[in-house]
């Protein structure tokens, strides 16, 4: 089974940036897509960003160009680059691993807060 930890997770500012790191227990060159979502109070889960192996990536439109996903397959990690933070980003982050043919998720986190004041 593998683990997933989030860790980077805190309070900001406005305008301010983080990076979340998502360490797996074990390799993860084997899962072709790994992810990053969000849940806001109030709001439903939010897919925020994915990337292959093979380099491509999404994201979702309220991140786009200011969020950047990537991974380091020798370090089993995961990040998300946060900048130009907004309050409407404060959510528990959390990551994701080996999505399905049916859209679903193999492994997850525990997740990370992330709060951005105004």
């Known amino acids: 089974q593998v683990q997933l930890v989030e860790s980077g997770g805190g309070l900001v500012q406005a305008g301010g940036s983080l990076r979340l790191s998502c360490a797996a227990s074990?390799?993860?060159?084997?899962?072709?897509?790994m992810g990053w979502y969000r849940q806001a109070p109030g709001k439903q889960r939010e897919l925020v960003a994915t990337?292959?192996?093979?380099?491509?990536?999404t994201y979702a439109d309220s991140v786009k160009g200011r969020f950047a996903i990537s991974r380091d397959n020798g370090k089993n990690t995961v990040y998300l680059q946060m900048n130009s933070l907004k309050p409407e980003d404060t959510a528990v982050y959390s990551c994701?691993?080996?999505?399905?043919?049916?859209?679903?998720?193999?492994?997850w986190g525990q997740g990370t807060q992330v709060t951005v004041s105004s």
């Open positions: 990337k292959t192996s093979g380099g491509s990536t």
């Open positions: 994701a691993a080996d999505r399905t043919w049916g859209g679903t998720w193999r492994y």
């Open positions: 074990g390799s993860i060159s084997r899962f072709n897509t």
